[in-house]
């Protein structure tokens, strides 16, 4: 493949654009190479600036659930556009909104709708210590909340791919109020409840974690949370950015039946526009402005254009719950027959799947927290990633990310992907 529009992009880029991109994993350092600028996208393929196309495993890192472009959702924007971008006054659309939102999850009376996952953990942790009085919360290492500071420690794909634990900026006094635990590990939870009584506001965590690959929530661990939780008056907060609308039409709460007290939302909730939301029982939502005094806000929070996109996504998701069966049964074949192939050739290697979302991690070992994934063999994740990517498959650009499937990954894309895989193991 030929990638000198590419090339030249990136290269003007980074004279713009720090690092030439807008959020650092799309900088293929992890991988090495230049990273691939894309120009359009539809169904299951992305066509870049040279013209090549590709099978897309990102998805846009998991908002195209429904694959690229889908023409329901485009032609609903396209009608809403004629109406004008933005008002910065309620509309009816956010209530739609909020209703298929609500109604499609357990547990869950209001929602707020923000601009990104970011944002919505950010103004979750918030509210979860506007309501308890108390200031300390729980993360686990490996898990990615956003970028904002109380965040930042230990967090996953990004910043593990730079080698850095944290980031500089972030002051030791929002730090302090962070408390690491280990991911599947209820004793490193419960070790921090008794070293903290009576201040820790709540955990939050990807109930299957997305970010340092994916490792689903071991047996127990998502029910022992709630039980510490209900034990020590403390919320529990799952970080739906990613299972949200994904796993299922309610998420995880629903996947594992387990309950959590607040949820926040991003990617598929905005259809691939910029959204976030979070949502809890209307007794803890009450706290937010302008009905209680945890203050949180935004210019362009629930934006016509973005929510029309995401209600049209949702919509579509409601009235065919077949699509999660399909995506998360093709996710299974898929993760099956690679475990299988890179088996028959000698290759160690461990698949974790959970709906549609999967990683490879190249490893004799089991995988259960951010520590084993650290000592995955990652050099020969890149070797793949690079015979994928020149044979036309774009899968996510490091050992630390997720894969997801989209509704247009089909037969076809799938037998592509394990007959290169094949291929790369027959040449390597
Ligand atoms: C992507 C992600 C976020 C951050 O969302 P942005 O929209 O990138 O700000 C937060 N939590 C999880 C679990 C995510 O996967």
């Known amino acids: 493949m030929k990638y000198e529009r590419s090339s030249a992009l990136f290269k003007n880029a980074q004279k713009y654009i720090p690092g030439g991109v807008n959020s650092p994993v799309r900088a293929f350092k992890s991988v090495g190479g230049t990273p691939i600028f894309i120009k359009s996208a539809k169904g299951a393929y992305l066509t870049d600036e040279d013209g090549n196309s590709y099978i897309d495993y990102i998805n846009s890192w998991g908002p195209m659930i429904l694959g690229h472009n889908p023409s329901e959702v485009l032609e609903a924007v396209t009608e809403q556009l004629k109406n004008g971008f933005s008002f910065g006054t309620p509309t009816e659309l956010e209530t739609e909104i909020a209703k298929i939102i609500t109604e499609s999850v357990p547990y869950i009376d209001q929602v707020r709708m923000v601009n990104s996952g970011t944002e919505a953990c950010m103004s979750a942790i918030r509210l979860a210590r506007g309501y308890t009085s108390r200031n300390k919360i729980i993360k686990f290492?490996?898990?990615?909340?956003?970028?904002?500071?109380?965040?930042?420690?230990?967090?996953?794909?990004?910043?593990?791919?730079?080698?850095?634990p944290s980031s500089p900026g972030v002051t030791p006094g929002t730090t302090q109020d962070t408390l690491l635990a280990k991911y599947n590990d209820l004793e490193s939870v419960k070790i921090l409840f008794e070293q903290n009584p009576?201040?820790?506001?709540?955990?939050?965590?990807?109930?299957?974690?997305?970010?340092?690959?994916?490792?689903?929530?071991?047996?127990?661990?998502?029910?022992?949370?709630?039980?510490?939780?209900?034990?020590?008056?403390?919320?529990l907060i799952f970080d739906e950015?990613?299972?949200?609308?994904?796993?299922?039409?309610?998420?995880?709460?629903?996947?594992?039946?387990?309950?959590?007290?607040?949820?926040?939302?991003?990617?598929?909730?905005?259809?691939?526009?910029?959204?976030?939301?979070?949502?809890?029982?209307?007794?803890?939502?009450?706290?937010?402005s302008p009905e209680g005094p945890v203050y949180q806000a935004g210019t362009l929070s629930g934006n016509p254009i973005a929510m029309?996109?995401?209600?049209?996504?949702?919509?579509?998701?409601?009235?065919?719950?077949?699509?999660?069966?399909?995506i998360n049964n093709t996710t299974r074949k898929l993760s099956t027959e690679l475990s299988i192939i890179f088996k028959d050739f000698g290759v160690p290697v461990c698949v974790k799947q959970c709906g549609s979302m999967m990683s490879l991690f190249f490893t004799a070992e089991d995988i259960h927290n951010f520590?084993?994934?650290?000592?995955?063999?990652?050099?020969?994740?890149?070797?793949?990633f690079h015979f994928m990517l020149e044979n036309g498959i774009y899968l996510p650009p490091s050992g630390y990310e997720t894969w997801f499937i989209s509704s247009c990954?089909?037969?076809?894309?799938?037998?592509?992907?394990?007959?290169?895989?094949r291929k790369f193991l027959s040449k390597i």
């Open 141 to 164: 290492e490996g898990c990615y909340h956003g970028h904002s500071d109380s965040f930042l420690i230990k967090a996953g794909s990004g910043l593990a791919t730079f080698g850095s």
């Open 371 to 384: 520590d084993d994934v650290t000592r995955a063999n990652h050099e020969y994740f890149n070797k793949y």
């Open 241 to 288: 950015v990613m299972t949200g609308f994904r796993l299922k039409m309610g998420g995880a709460q629903e996947y594992f039946s387990v309950k959590a007290d607040l949820i926040t939302y991003g990617k598929v909730i905005g259809g691939g526009m910029p959204v976030g939301a979070f949502a809890g029982s209307h007794k803890i939502m009450k706290f937010l």
């Open 409 to 421: 990954i089909l037969g076809n894309e799938i037998n592509k992907t394990l007959e290169l895989t």
């Open 198 to 235: 009576e201040e820790i506001a709540a955990i939050i965590l990807e109930p299957v974690a997305g970010n340092m690959g994916c490792i689903p929530p071991e047996k127990n661990f998502l029910e022992g949370l709630r039980d510490l939780c209900n034990k020590h008056d403390s919320l």
């Open 308 to 326: 029309r996109a995401g209600y049209t996504t949702l919509s579509i998701l409601k009235d065919n719950p077949s699509i999660f069966h399909n």
